[in-house]
């Protein structure tokens, strides 16, 4: 789990690329536009900077990124359907550069949004670097999930267990799990080198979730919105460097 300075290096390449793709489809984000031509955009962009999606065909996932709307938490498909104004969108994205995968979600509001929508981003981007002010060489797992947790349920959203964040490098998804909860001082022990993707997932409503017919969008069991926010991050001598920035 501990990555040489040479692994590190393709790994902030990879990262760099999945934080330009959203920066670069940021401003297509709006009502009218299909998920598919969102997934187009992404994927065409992704292979002009010498990268491949790491998404596609994984466990036969069938395009480039995910793009879960409202009440859809993780994983939905791209297809026809037309972003509404009003609506939110979580857009994971993963790039592979020369072999080591990038990833990063975040949730977009489309148009005008209503202040409940609003509250649950704001809350759920906060999560995120709730988790991430526990990442230092020393502490544990566990913290990072408690950070997360004590944060979401101060403000009363819903906390999705079945879903974690997990390790990162040669495989999009790798050892150790990191839970968004837990307990302080649990877990497994952060080290220089280690690369983890943090990944809170809130919801509006209840934590319960159900998967669809599809195989793969996983939404709330009260049709509640959903958010995720999630960055790589590498362990550093002090803390931690945001592979995936903006």
């Keep these: 789990m501990i990555k040489s300075s040479e692994e590190i290096e393709l790994l902030r390449i990879a990262g760099k690329i999945v934080?330009?793709?959203?920066?670069?489809?940021?401003?297509?984000?709006?009502?009218?536009?299909?998920?598919?031509?969102?997934?187009?955009l992404a994927h065409d962009f992704i292979i002009s900077?010498?990268?491949?999606?790491?998404?596609?065909?994984?466990?036969?996932?069938?395009?480039?990124?995910?793009?879960?709307?409202?009440?859809?938490?993780?994983?939905?498909?791209?297809?026809?359907?037309?972003?509404?104004?009003?609506?939110?969108?979580?857009?994971?994205?993963?790039?592979c550069y020369k072999g080591y995968?990038?990833?990063?979600?975040?949730?977009y509001p489309v148009g005008t949004i209503d202040e409940d929508k609003k509250y649950l981003l704001e809350h759920t981007e906060q999560a995120l670097y709730e988790g991430l002010s526990m990442v230092k060489p020393g502490n544990k797992i566990g913290d990072i999930g408690y950070a997360v947790e004590k944060y979401a349920l101060a403000y009363k959203l819903g906390v999705v267990k079945e879903l974690v964040g997990h390790g990162v490098g040669k495989h999009l998804h790798e050892t150790p799990d990191v839970p968004n909860y837990g307990n302080k001082n649990t877990g497994m022990t952060l080290r220089k080198g280690m690369v983890i993707a943090i990944e809170p997932m809130l919801n509006l409503g209840s934590a319960d979730i159900y998967i669809l017919d599809d195989d793969w969008t996983i939404i709330t069991a009260d049709d509640k919105p959903s958010a995720h926010f999630e960055h790589t991050v590498l362990v550093t001598k002090d803390g931690y460097e945001i592979l995936t920035k903006r």
Excluded: M
Aim: hydrophobic share 30%.
């Design 19 to 40: 934080g330009d793709t959203h920066n670069y489809l940021k401003p297509y984000i709006k009502p009218g536009i299909t998920t598919n031509e969102l997934n187009k």
């Design 49 to 95: 900077q010498g990268a491949t999606p790491s998404f596609l065909n994984y466990d036969g996932f069938p395009a480039s990124i995910c793009t879960s709307i409202n009440e859809e938490v993780v994983h939905g498909i791209p297809s026809d359907r037309v972003l509404q104004d009003g609506d939110i969108i979580s857009i994971d994205i993963g790039a």
């Design 101 to 107: 995968h990038g990833d990063s979600a975040w949730s």
